[in-house]
Structures are given as structure tokens and as C-alpha cells.
């Protein structure tokens, strides 16, 4: 038996998750506890197989209000592959105006995951109008 | 002087996740609101919370804090809220007048009722005075968030965080991820401050070591941050000698605490509580002075927007009553205090009418424990428990009180054991 301690991130509760599982780690192997939701036992299970986190960061707008629009990966993705997605959003600039929802890169790193706008800025000659 | 005088049911001072739930509460009860604030733009500082993590409780769903904030903006609008920015409040008086500057205009406002939303501000180098050279470099929190995420500045190469609140967490990761080097996160008390999540996926998902029991003991450096030095503390928090050593780095980050800014409310004669530096409000969030009403950050710091924004609704929802006369106002005789027992840190709201038949306590207890049982008593007799699995002076506790009884006349007390 195989034992660990995960954290569960997917709410502020952070349940302390105890995971016990024979052999390789699968959905009819895995014994968790801890949990105070149903979401904890998949939340193991990712964390032990292929972790995933949601990449929250910026990019530099031309002709904005604001020098920088925030984004997200619209879904979480591989944290293996958050450094990749991370050097290729680096490089992505928008120009303004952006809104809520647009999609500033399609499929990132390769993961099939859209990164989209958290923040946008409206054109910078439409302020004071 | 001012250029001009206007009237309105209510004023919200602050537009971020407190203010514009409560502006939008008070405006679909039917009330004129006036929601003002400083900045250019609503959402205040979810505008710079660029990570998720907010909104599951508010609306089922993960988001971002700028998404968080567009939502109730939006819903702010739809209610009809008249939305002042860019508009510094400068006065607050007992009859419940503003004085604002909006392009070098002054205005006054008199309302009928007010809600304080300004939120709160960090402490900074001066306040837990670390010995050392005055270089530069040295950032709260807070500050570094909004210069990397909003001006586009690169604030350092070589970091190390000094407090393990939940901002320091995210900005660890944050800074890791815009390429610089995050060497060290140095906590004074035994335990973590931020959440447990936060811990995980900003710390351990990148290697960045936590040294619990230690601080900062002196800062490095003539124009430039060099270095820090770090040693260990004892249970009283005196550097233990001997146990110091260096890191080297160009930019020291404190994430050591947050303070309600409440100059405003000082000015009308407020009651502050020593115990969450936040005004002293009664079961409807009104403070001792008529018709002026507290929430969010402001009152008393809370770890999650979401529950900002829900006392903010509570409180706008009283300033509407108190402002359209819906409010059946309580004389002093008739409120009992509620407080803080044996293990318990502080206890909002301060006191509540004896006929309060619901009442929702917030509060945070003073040290971690893997169980504690929280009971709200009411002289000899026990009004409620409940069962904690984890508690933690990092997680603000709610819990609600209903009784069909009037309050004993000595008061409420929360205790947790």
C-alpha cells in the first residue's frame, strides 16, 4: 500500500486528502480520505497521475487604456506543460480593443486549451469621450 | 467651498467586491445609490488578482478576481447604481455628509444612509520595523501584485517573501512565472498564514522553501536591496542568536498583515474594536453612529472575497431599510455585547439586538487545531455548537444563530475548545 498526503486546491476548504492506493494508482484502486466533497477523489487521482493547474498571467495590449490585459487557460491544464504554455502566451500581443472572454491563443502547448481574456481595455482615444 | 450639493438614499464608499455587492443589495430594495470610489475603475483590488480562485462561493463557478469584479459591476449597472469614479472621499460626518473631489471639484453629498466599504492597506517595512539600510527594492505585497500585473514594471530579479498570507503566496508564484527567482518564504509564526491551497500551488508546485519560526533580522544594501538576513524565532517571537544566515536577493516582498483603513470613520466618530482595528457594528452591520453601516475588509479582514461580498450585500440591504424607513431602530438599553471567549480571536458583528431571532457570527480563532467544538453561549445556557474538523486563525469561521428566545441580558460569547 502506497500512502501520501495531498492537498486538495480546488476549493479554499484545502482538504488534507490521505491517499492510500495499491499497485498503480487508478480510479478503482485509490482510497481517499479526508474529502469533504466528492470532487477530492478525481482531485487525487489528477494530482497523483497528471496534476493539472489553470495559468493565470498578462499580455501586452497595443493601443489599450491599460498596458496589460489578464488571461487565463480557459480549463486547467498539464502542470508539466504550464512552462511551455507559459513561454508561448510571453510572446502573444493584443491589440485593443479586448473583452472579457476573447481568445487570445488557441490550443496552448499543444493541450487543446484556449487561453482567454480575464481582463480587457477598451481603445485608448475612447477614454474621456 | 464646494461646487455642489446633491441628496440620495444611500452612499457606498469603495467599489470593490464589499461596495458593489452592497450598492447593488441597497439598489434592488428600492433605494437611490451613489456608489463611489477612488479609482478610475470598479473592482478595486480584484482588478489585480489576476489568479482564480474567486467566485465559487458567490457563483458556483471558479473565476479570476478581474471576472469576479466584472460580474458585479455588471450587476451593480442592471440595479441602477450611479457609479462615481475616480472620486476621493475626503470627509464623513455624523449626519451622514461626504465631502468628494472629483477633477479638482468638490462636492457635497448628504444621504440618508452610508455603507463603508474602503477596504483596507498593507503593513509596510516601518510597521514591523526590520533593522537594516533604507535600499530600494523593498515592496509590500500588494504593491508588487499591481506593479507586475497592471503597470507592466518588473519589480526584481532575486525575491524573497517576508510573511506567508495568502497575497505573498500568489505573488510567489506570480513572480516565478514572469521569470524571476523566488528564494525563500520566511513566516515568524509556527504555521502558515495563507490557505492550505495556496501552500500547494504556488510553493510546492515550484520547490520554494517555507522557513516557519523565522524572520528577517536585517536588510542589506545602499542603493539596491543585497541581501537579507534570516534567522529563527522563539515562541515569543525574539530572534534565537546564532541562527542567522544569508540570502542573497534585490528584492525583499512583505506580505505581513492588513490593516481596515477606517480614516474616514475615525472622522465621524466611529467605534473602532481594537481586536479587528474595524468598526464596532451591531447584528444589521450599522456602526454606533446612525445610518452609517460597515462591511468587507474595512470591518474586518477577511480571507476570501466572496464572504466580503456577502456581508456587503448584508449591509446594503440595512442601509436600504434604514434609508426608505423600513428600519426599526434598537435603543441601547435593548443591545447586548457579544465577545470573544477562550480561544476565540474576535467576533463581528460586536452586539445585537436581545429580539435578533437569526443572527450570523463571524470570527477566527486564536491558534491551529486539528479539532475544535465552537459554542456561542448565552449566559448559563448554550444557544449553538458545531464541530470544526480543521481550525486555523487563517480561516475566518461563520456561523448562524437562530433562537425564538430574547438574548440574556448579559450578552453572547463564542468560545472555542
Known sequence: MTTRIVTCILCPNGCELEVGYQGEPSEETLHVDGNRCPKGKHYALDELLDPKRTLTTSVLVLGGEQPLISVKTATPISRALVSKARSEIQGAV???????????????AGTGVDVVVTRGTHLRHEHGK | ????????????IGGGPAGLAAATAAANEG???LLVD????????????????????????????????????????EAGVTACTDTLVSNLSRNREIICTTSGKRSRIRAKSIVLAMGCRERTRGMIQIPGTRPAGVYTAGMAQWLTNMANIRIGQRVVILGSGDIGLIMARRLTWEGAEVSAVI?????????ARNITQCLEDYDIPLYLSHSVS???????VEAVTVAKVDEVGEFIRRSEFRIPCDTLLLSVGLIPENELSRQAGIQIDPATSGASVDERYMTNVE???????????????????????????????????????????ARVPISA????????????????????LSFRVTAPRDEATICVNAGDSSLATKKLRRAHPASMVQMSVATDHPFDESGLEVRST
Open chain 1, 94 to 108: 493584443a491589440r485593443a480593443p479586448v473583452a472579457i472572454g476573447d481568445v487570445i491563443l488557441a490550443n496552448v
Open chain 2, 1 to 12: 467651498m464646494v461646487d455642489s450639493t446633491r441628496e440620495t438614499d444611500v452612499v457606498v
Open chain 2, 31 to 33: 433605494a437611490d445609490v
Open chain 2, 38 to 77: 477612488r479609482n478610475v475603475q470598479l473592482g478595486g483590488i480584484l482588478n489585480q488578482c489576476i489568479h482564480d480562485g474567486f467566485g465559487l462561493h458567490a457563483f458556483g463557478k471558479i473565476l479570476t478576481g478581474p471576472e469576479f469584479a466584472d460580474r458585479y459591476v455588471r450587476e451593480a449597472l
Open chain 2, 187 to 195: 513566516e515568524k509564526l509556527p504555521y502558515p498564514s495563507g490557505l
Open chain 2, 218 to 224: 536585517y536588510i542589506h544594501g545602499r542603493d539596491r
Open chain 2, 291 to 333: 445610518g452609517i453601516f460597515s462591511c468587507g475588509n474595512v470591518l474586518h479582514i477577511h480571507d476570501l472575497a466572496d464572504w466580503a461580498a456577502e456581508e456587503g450585500d448584508r449591509a446594503g440591504r440595512s442601509a436600504a431599510a434604514f434609508a426608505l424607513g423600513g428600519y426599526r431602530s434598537s435603543n441601547a438599553a
Open chain 2, 341 to 360: 471567549g477562550d480561544g476565540v480571536r474576535y467576533v463581528v458583528p460586536q452586539s445585537a439586538d436581545r429580539s435578533t431571532q437569526e443572527l450570523l
